[in-house]
């Protein structure tokens, strides 16, 4: 076990100091700076454990939850496991102005990030060691956002994470700074959104290295499922649908905002083509990531010129549909047209997302996984690294 002090104020190191002196197995980590993603790069990094584990020092987390913590990593179930006080089954003290904030936050990051976990900042969480030195180097936070960093970077790959429901009792004496916390964090949802959507990350490297046991049994003749795919498309239709509408809702209100603004500067046909133009741009590049998960810069250009198609075929639609309006009604006014408009794109909306689904952003053919690291002679012995708020 090893108690990393960063820099408190109290007597948390005098005390570390008389347990090393008593009990075997305790290490101690001192650093003079604070941050607990620091203590945590720092402690990981310099084990030898195969599954790596912290909680808070105040023992906030009932102990009994440890081995339900490790046993997936052990196994090879899973590549990462967190606590959550936000289960169900999980009995959780503590204050209802910190429950709010806990809760307010997960769900920004289910809004923002779309996280799929439900507890970011629970204190007790285990990786396997292969996985923290894929990971580490690609979390840049030193605070209180790294553990949303390391869950959102680790899921973004296609990592597996396990929850584990806790019994959770808050520590009264807490110092942290909520104010200052919470500025941090979002200032980290910004930085780490801009680089999921930059493709900077290597995301599609790391699923690939980091095997589960179970991933034989997928393999077959050699070939995965292809939702399995490291790092690939998220195929599944429903989780699709609901981002596409979000990115259609927002394109549509951007596309009739621009057009309001170019109407009666260009005209309506000249209007359309130029706010259809810019919208079709910016939707495929966000389907691209956020809808169906393809991330990095490889095909971008490609993607962009198929998008450029459906963006031809629904200004087809939209243009025929004016076209239309004023063959009817020659005197239509702008609220007419912005009407006739908006029904014809939600219609393009529908045909884009079929077009984009099974043409531009289509599954790509099953991938290899490689074989299934050997397991070792003797299950790796958990390392539980204590940080201190």
Same mark, same amino acid.
């Given at each position: 076990m090893t108690i990393a002090d960063n820099a408190s104020t109290d007597g948390?190191?005098?005390?570390? &100091?008389? &347990?090393?002196?008593?009990?075997?197995?305790? =290490?101690?980590?001192? #650093?003079?700076?604070?941050?607990?993603? =620091?203590?945590? =790069?720092?402690a990981w990094t310099a084990s030898d454990a195969a599954v790596l584990a912290y909680m808070d020092v105040d023992l906030s987390t009932d102990l009994s939850a440890l081995l339900p913590l490790v046993a997936p990593l052990i196994s090879g179930h899973s590549h990462l496991a967190i606590g959550t006080r936000l289960s169900r089954s999980s009995r959780v003290l503590r204050g209802p102005r910190r429950e709010m904030i806990s809760r307010c936050y997960n769900v920004l990051l289910h809004g923002t990030l779309a996280a799929r976990f439900s507890d970011a900042q629970c204190g007790f969480k285990a990786i396997r060691a292969d996985a923290a030195r894929w990971l580490l180097p690609l979390v840049g936070d030193t605070g209180w956002?790294?553990?949303?960093? #390391?869950?959102?970077? @680790?899921?973004?790959?296609? #990592?597996?994470?396990?929850?584990?429901? /806790?019994?959770?009792?808050?520590?009264?004496?807490?110092?942290?700074?909520v104010v200052a916390t919470a500025r941090g964090d979002l200032a980290g949802i910004t930085r780490l959104a801009r680089e999921l959507v930059s493709g900077r990350l290597p995301l599609?490297?790391?699923?690939?290295?980091?095997?589960? !046991?179970?991933?034989?049994?997928?393999?077959?003749d050699?070939? @995965?499922?292809?939702?399995?795919?490291?790092?690939g498309p998220d195929r599944r239709l429903l989780g699709q649908l609901v981002r596409f509408a979000a990115v259609g809702a927002g394109s549509t209100l951007?596309? !009739? &905002?621009?057009? &309001?603004?170019?109407?009666?500067?260009?005209?309506?046909q000249a209007a359309n083509v130029l706010a259809l133009l810019i919208t079709a741009v910016a939707n495929t590049a966000a389907n691209r990531?956020?809808?169906?998960?393809?991330?990095?810069?490889?095909?971008?250009? =490609?993607?962009?010129?198929?998008?450029?198609?459906?963006?031809?075929?629904?200004? !087809?639609?939209?243009?025929?549909?004016?076209?239309?309006?004023?063959?009817?009604v020659p005197g239509a006014g702008r609220t007419a047209e912005l009407v006739v408009l908006t029904v014809a794109n939600l219609v393009a909306t529908v045909l884009r997302f079929v077009l984009l689904r099974g043409w531009v952003f289509r599954a790509a053919p099953p991938a290899? /996984?490689? @074989?299934?690291l050997a397991a070792p002679a003797s299950a790796p012995v958990p390392v539980t690294e204590g940080i201190l708020r």
């Open positions: 948390t190191w005098a005390i570390a &100091l008389r &347990l090393a002196e008593e009990l075997p197995g305790v =290490r101690l980590l001192h #650093l003079e700076a604070k941050g607990r993603g =620091r203590a945590l =790069r720092t956002f790294f553990d949303t960093e #390391l869950l959102v970077v @680790a899921e973004k790959a296609g #990592l597996r994470i396990h929850e584990v429901p /806790v019994d959770w009792v808050d520590d009264p004496d807490s110092r942290v700074d599609d490297e790391i699923r690939a290295h980091l095997t589960l !046991a179970s991933d034989a049994a997928f393999a077959g050699g070939t @995965a499922r292809p939702d399995a795919a490291a790092g951007v596309y !009739a &905002l621009l057009y &309001l603004v170019l109407a009666p500067l260009l005209g309506a990531t956020f809808t169906f998960g393809v991330r990095g810069p490889a095909r971008a250009v =490609r993607h962009q010129g198929q998008g450029l198609i459906v963006f031809a075929l629904a200004w !087809a639609l939209t243009a025929g549909s004016l076209t239309g309006l004023h063959l009817l290899h /996984v490689p @074989a299934v």
